[in-house]
């Protein structure tokens, strides 16, 4: 499945800033969309995912209160809707889906097949 996020930029501290992660195709299998991030000189590391069935959402500790996942699964997009924005939240962020089901952590990077090429985020004053 192709992915595409769109939405990244320039914002300041404490400003609100909206990714969207739209899929060109939906099946069964890709039971998960996933936000990941990587800032420069560091491994990428997870941000958030959610559940296409059902409500399950899931969130890094240091996103949570600040960042949330949504689904729109008749437009088969995911949405990241980013607030309190801090300089430590600059990085590209990536979404990403899976091809088949598996019992790794909707965590982990590994758990994925697919990945979009990445949005940039900078939070600067």
């Known amino acids: 499945v192709h992915l595409v996020e769109s939405g990244g930029g320039l914002v300041h501290p404490g400003d609100s800033m909206s990714l969207t992660c739209t899929l060109s195709?939906?099946?069964?299998?890709?039971?998960?969309v996933g936000w990941f991030r990587q800032a420069a000189g560091k491994e990428r590391e997870f941000v958030a995912a959610?559940?296409?069935?059902?409500?399950?959402?899931y969130y890094a500790d240091v996103v949570k209160g600040r960042f949330a996942i949504s689904k729109d699964l008749s437009k088969k997009t995911v949405y990241l809707q980013m607030n309190s924005l801090k300089p430590e939240d600059t990085a590209v962020y990536y979404c990403?889906?899976?091809?088949?089901?598996?019992?790794?952590?909707?965590?982990?990077?590994?758990?994925?097949?697919?990945w979009g090429q990445g949005t940039q985020v900078t939070v600067s004053s």
């Open positions: 990403a889906a899976p091809r088949y089901f598996s019992n790794t952590p909707v965590q982990d990077a590994s758990a994925y097949e697919d």
């Open positions: 195709e939906y099946t069964f299998r890709q039971y998960v």
């Open positions: 959610i559940k296409w069935s059902g409500e399950n959402t």
